[in-house]
């Protein structure tokens, strides 16, 4: 063995590199990760349909010439934009966003497989989700850590779709972290970045890894070297967990599915909220929602302002779901800003430390309603619709599948056509690109 292979080996990317590629892929991580494909996919075609969209395609179709990599970068951006998205609990990162449409736009190019498409994505996840477990809580106060964790879910993807050597695969790693970044400044002023991180990230993956296809270096210490991630951005990092449980379960198995477009802290309290809903018979004088702090720290949003604000306000979620008893697309517009007023107002938000010190590996909260005449009702969550724990069935993911193309405008015919072709992507010789999976539906 060199003592160039034999640095990365000793490396947290080496070791990184050598876990994904000894573990074994069966027939139902295939046919999940389908699932998880077309989640990303819809979402994409639907934010087409958005004012953040429109300027992404905008500015996509003013481009006289554009490369795989920037296809990605708007996949990325658009999958990222309606807050419909997949997450991984445990890191709190959105890898479909990231992994999905870079290993989409390096296998058409390529022309590969459905097979080997679904074998990269699963590979970017677990590269993705796994330093993004061991990047610690302080974090994500800052910084945000699909941004900033997920080249390295975007590199993996492609190393696997170029089929690069284990060095390789860790220069790429090395390259993805050096390119790492996304602050959460844009949620104070209501900008267009969080898009912008996640297209970023996907396009950062694959330019790293076809550099290390040619033979360019990367730091192979990147995470935990003295100059590197961990020392840079991450105070209380756990650089274990990148190779914790070796042989458990795909990170990809261990994602949740959004049933609701908004911020995922706002879920479990949305799942709570309308629960209680249907027993609430008399007018309310108080509402206390007991939570983690990290939801109170990005979705403490009293009085948004905007559709993007709503997204991330808990007051404004907890509001509507116990008010209407639905959330859905509608639920973000200004007239449902304004009718949510009146309970907003009402809601206490708390940090509750028994809560708290399970996050991230549960996403819960207590909910209690006060009424005028003196009853309380409460409910809690220890998780919430999309889980793992409590995960949305086939026909659940479809049924969303559709919502996000009626939402869309596509037409039922359509509809099922582009759902069939992602579902039987193991089948498929050659992928199909981005453009192609839009021109499936319009």
Known sequence: MSTKNHESNNSLTGQ?????????IIDKDFQTCTYFVLDAVVNMIAATRTDTGRVMLQWWNSMSSTSTAQQAFLGGALIHTLEMDDLHKMSVTHPGCVVVPAALAVAAQRGL??????????????????IGNAVGRSHYKIWHSTATCGPFGSAMAIASLLDLSPQQQAWALGNAGTQSAGLWEFMNSGGMSKHLHAGRAAEAGILAAELASAGFTGPLQILEGKQGMFRASCPDANPAAIVASPQGAWELTQTSIKP????????????AALELSSKINSPIQQIILRTYQAALDVCDRPEPTNEYE??????????????????????????????????????LLQASQQIDVAYPANWGCE?????????????????????????????????????????????????????KYILDLQTHTRVPGIFDLLELVF
Request: charge should be neutral; hydrophobic fraction near 40%.
């Open 310 to 347: 709503a997204k991330f306000s808990l007051q404004h979620c907890v509001a509507t779901a116990l008010s209407n008893g639905k959330v859905d697309f509608a639920s973000f517009t200004p007239t449902a800003r304004d009718a949510s007023g009146n309970f907003r107002n009402k809601i």
């Open 16 to 24: 990184l590199v050598e876990l994904i590629q000894a573990r074994e």
């Open 260 to 271: 609701w477009p908004c911020c995922r802290h706002t879920h479990p309290a949305i799942d």
């Open 113 to 130: 497989s459905g097979k080997q498409l679904l074998i990269a994505v699963l590979r970017g996840y677990e590269a993705m989700c796994r």
């Open 367 to 419: 909910l209690e309603v006060i009424t005028m005449d003196g009853k309380t009702v409460r409910t809690t969550r220890e998780h919430c619709k999309g889980d793992p724990d409590l995960p949305l069935t086939g026909t659940e993911m479809i049924a969303k599948a559709r919502t996000l193309l009626d939402f869309a405008g596509v037409h039922e015919p359509e509809q099922e056509r582009l759902i």
